[in-house]
């Protein structure tokens, strides 16, 4: 059956003025998220022994995402994570296990490392309901990860181990995204791929 939202009159009311405000809030939120300290330093010399300055931005996303596949596990367990802000680079990688956001910032945070343009993007999707936030709201229920690489966009979900690098699943087909840019607009879109 789909959801209420979609086939029931629903009044949707928001106190949050302009979709900004999500965007404002969420950056302050996960800002000090992506400190660097020796641990994160230790890892990405694991993953680049040689430093890396030899592959492609596109390589080098690639062996940040294998080594987060193949090294953390991803878990959603609602006691244990927060409903918003990640968990620090470090601890996830010391408990070697976290859900979609804290997976997606320890990623951009390696990235950042590695000289590569990454962010977080939180992610609505249509499990909610295809008419669900159509005004500014904190409904997002995942997050997956925005990078730039060699010149060009790719979407990369960390919590599928078998899903293949810069490839994302068929339930996120039409959902509804924000994403961060530097000046911290906030683009309320569906999710194309």
Not at 5 to 18: F, K, Q, R, Y
Not at 146 to 163: I, R
Request: glycine fraction near 4%; include cysteine.
């Amino acid at each position: 059956m789909p959801q209420s939202v979609d086939v029931s009159d629903v009044l949707h009311i928001s106190t949050i003025p302009a979709w900004s405000e999500i965007s404002g809030w969420y950056a302050d939120v996960i800002n000090n998220r992506t400190e660097e300290n020796h641990y994160l330093k230790d890892v990405y010399a694991t993953i680049f022994p040689v430093g890396g300055k030899q592959l492609t931005e596109f390589q080098k996303g690639k062996k940040i995402y294998d080594y987060i596949e193949k090294n953390i596990r991803y878990s959603s367990v609602s006691f244990r994570q927060s409903a918003y802000i990640p968990q620090k680079a470090a601890l996830t990688l010391t408990t070697r296990l976290g859900d979609c956001k804290d997976l997606s910032n320890l990623f951009v945070t390696l990235a950042k490392m590695a000289g590569i343009k990454a962010q977080m993007v939180l992610v609505d999707t249509r499990d909610n309901g295809v008419k669900d936030l159509v005004l500014p709201g904190m409904d997002f229920n995942h997050c997956i990860v925005k990078a730039n690489l060699d010149n060009k966009d790719y979407y990369l979900e960390l919590t599928d181990s078998e899903l293949p690098f810069a490839s994302l699943p068929n339930n996120l087909m039409g959902a509804l995204y924000w994403k961060f840019h530097p000046k911290m607009e906030c683009l309320h879109r569906s999710l194309r791929f």
